[in-house]
């Protein structure tokens, strides 16, 4: 008879953040797998459970699998968890619980902690349709991209970004997506939580004139509405578009988008003007 997978929250700051059913099953669980065992030993400890932890990360998540869909195969109660918040979530353990659907064994949630949730709900910006998109790329170019692509979705935009990458990313942000509301979530849970509300460039302006910015950051992004008339002259608008690392032809054609125009029309305007 096969085993139980559990998929189990855990705090994403605050120790306090974690359900009674996620404490019992990690006490009860024959082994868990823990994104860092390090960091998970701290929550264990905090409520004494005295459990196997074994490591799962993406750089061993292959190896790793096939060892616990082995150990779940043979009746063990495997729970899994992250560094913080709910598995699979932009942290490990697709391969874990693809692997044992497939091979019917139980999986079982346990839900609780998510940045992504309670940075939307305390956000200010509408909750009724929203899109998370991960990790924002590192690249200026790849970002902005990433962001061209979202541009007319009518949906809040949430993203993780990493504390050194915040001040670049709301520059692409305000390039490419003009004045919609930003808000930047910091530290959730935490002493020093943080929620910076207003424009990608006030934000930006804020977090650019401290010394460093520290901790886990979660950047949400208004919805999608209708542009606003824009009388920059069409070469301007291109090249300052390819100053944030969008091709010229992506350039283009968001040009055209915002100006309610074909891609060929402002192509050729272009060729005029040149």
Same mark, same amino acid.
């Given at each position: ?61 292959? +190896?790793?699998? =096939?060892? %616990? /869909? #082995? ?5 063990? $109660?495997? !729970?899994? @968890?992250? +560094?913080?918040? =709910?598995? %699979? /979530? #932009? ?5 874990? $619980?693809? !692997?044992? @659907? ?16 309670? !940075? ?155």
């Amino acid at each position: 008879m096969g085993g139980l997978l559990y998929v189990v929250a855990t705090p994403i700051g605050n120790l306090e953040d974690i359900t009674y059913r996620a404490v019992r099953v990690l006490g009860e669980a024959d082994v868990i797998a823990c994104e860092d065992t390090r960091q998970t030993r701290k929550l264990l400890d905090h409520y004494g459970i005295q459990k196997p932890t074994i490591s799962y990360h993406e750089h061993n998540e292959l +190896d790793r699998t =096939t060892e %616990l /869909v #082995s150990r779940l195969a043979a009746g063990a $109660v495997v !729970a899994l @968890v992250s +560094d913080a918040g =709910t598995p %699979l /979530v #932009s942290d490990p353990g697709y391969r874990l $619980v693809h !692997a044992a @659907v497939e091979m019917g064994i139980a999986v079982q949630t346990i839900p609780g902690p998510s940045a992504v949730l309670a !940075a939307l709900a305390a956000s200010g910006l509408p909750t009724d349709s929203f899109y998370f998109g991960g990790f924002l790329p590192a690249k200026p170019g790849q970002r902005a991209k990433a962001l061209e692509a979202l541009a007319e979705a009518h949906a809040t935009l949430i993203f993780y970004e990493a504390p050194h990458r915040i001040v670049e990313a709301l520059e692409t942000v305000e390039q490419v997506l003009g004045s919609r509301p930003v808000v930047v979530a910091r530290e959730l849970t935490k002493l020093h939580e943080e929620f910076l509300r207003g424009s990608a460039a006030g934000i930006r302006a804020q977090l650019a004139a401290r010394d460093s910015v520290k901790g886990e950051i979660t950047l949400l992004i208004g919805k999608a509405t209708a542009p606003p008339v824009d009388d920059t002259p069409l070469d301007e608008a291109v090249d300052a578009l390819m100053r944030s690392g969008l091709p010229r032809m992506d350039a283009i054609k968001q040009v055209a988008r915002r100006r309610g125009l074909s891609k060929r029309e402002v192509y050729d305007q272009l060729l005029r003007e040149s």
